[in-house]
């Protein structure tokens, strides 16, 4: 009686992971996911390991969800996995605001971020 379920939008091939309402600005979250796309999971893993950026330990766990999900949901051989996509997309932005001198307001933004990474299997070099 429910819904039918819808065409699956992903090959036999990937997996993905997303995460939602990740507190950082999708600018600053698209320069860290920038860094691990076309990247074979086990070097974009200790990339993020050792980079500077704090959100890089939220990519990080959003990464090991997607390769979690290739070998466990669709059998997939974590060796061969690659970060095909990872894209960002905005969420919730807060509105708040700061009094100044002279009973004006100073504007502050307070962003949210959604993250997607799809990983895929690569074919076997024969």
């Known amino acids: 009686m429910g819904k039918s379920s819808a065409a699956r939008r992903l090959d036999d091939t990937e997996a993905q992971a997303v995460s939602h309402m990740i507190r950082t600005s999708p600018r600053k979250l698209?320069?860290?996911?920038?860094?691990?796309?076309?990247?074979?999971?086990?070097?974009?893993?200790?990339?993020?390991?050792?980079?500077?950026?704090r959100i890089a330990i939220e990519v990080r766990k959003v990464l090991e969800s997607a390769i979690a999900n290739a070998e466990n949901n669709h059998d997939l051989d974590v060796d061969q996995l690659v970060v095909k996509e990872a894209f960002v997309g905005k969420a919730l932005v807060m509105k708040r605001w700061h009094a100044r001198a002279r009973g004006r307001v100073g504007k502050i933004i307070k962003p949210w971020a959604n993250l997607t990474i799809v990983v895929r299997e690569r074919e076997e070099l024969a």
């Open 30 to 53: 698209n320069l860290v996911a920038a860094s691990i796309r076309g990247m074979p999971v086990d070097r974009a893993l200790s990339e993020l390991s050792f980079s500077k950026r």
